[in-house]
């Protein structure tokens, strides 16, 4: 489990810092905490948080065009 394991850092170090994680947990869990959308689109699975709860759950490629979605990403 890794909490905005790429928030400190430039986009090209942060994209390293992805490829590294997904290379190492391929066919393993991997739970993030990130306000880092450009690597939402790599996990399997998305769940979005307002407030402490969850406002949408599933494939980034079907919440990111989700109103809801957008207007509690704002």
């Known amino acids: 489990m890794f909490d905005e394991p790429t928030s400190a850092l430039d986009q090209e170090t942060a994209l390293g810092v ?32 307002k407030n402490g709860e969850v406002i ?11 109103g809801v979605v957008a207007q509690a990403l704002a």
């Open 18 to 49: 992805w490829s590294t994680l997904f290379e190492h947990f391929h066919k393993r869990g991997l739970v993030c905490a990130t306000h880092d959308m450009t690597a939402l689109s790599r996990f399997d699975r998305v769940i979005v948080l």
């Open 56 to 66: 949408a759950d599933g494939p980034w490629s079907e919440l990111q065009n989700d």
